[in-house]
C-alpha cells in the first residue's frame, strides 16, 4: 500500500500541475516526492487531500481508479471520502475471498 501511495502522490503532483497549466514536472526521486508534493501550494497530497476532494476531480479519479481499482469499487466508500488516502493507509486492505 506504501507502494501505490508513493506512486499516487507522484501522479497526483503531474494531475495537480497540470491543472494549473504548468508542464507536468520529470518524476523526481522517491524521498523527494514527498517534499515537493508538500512544497506546491495547491496541489493535491495523499496527506492532505480528502479521497472525496480526489473523486471529484476527473484526473485524480482516473488515477485512484487505475492504480487503486479497490479504493474505486469499495463499498464503504461514502464513510471514508473525509479521510485522506494517507490516514486510510495504516489499516489493513480488505480482503476479498472468504475464509472456509
Do not use: F, W
Request: without cysteine; aromatic residues 2%.
Amino acid at each position: 500500500m506504501t507502494a501505490s501511495l508513493a506512486g499516487l502522490a507522484l501522479a497526483l503532483a503531474a494531475v495537480g500541475a497540470h491543472a494549473q497549466g504548468a508542464p507536468a514536472p520529470a518524476a523526481p526521486a522517491p524521498a523527494a516526492a514527498a517534499a515537493a508534493i508538500a512544497a506546491a501550494p495547491g496541489a493535491m497530497s495523499v496527506e492532505k487531500t480528502s479521497i472525496g476532494d480526489l473523486l471529484a476531480d476527473p484526473g485524480a479519479k482516473a488515477v485512484i481508479e487505475k492504480d487503486m481499482p479497490k479504493l474505486a469499487a469499495y463499498p464503504g466508500l461514502d464513510q471514508i471520502k473525509g479521510m485522506t488516502l494517507r490516514d486510510i493507509s495504516v489499516y489493513p486492505e480488505p480482503n476479498s475471498t472468504t475464509p472456509s
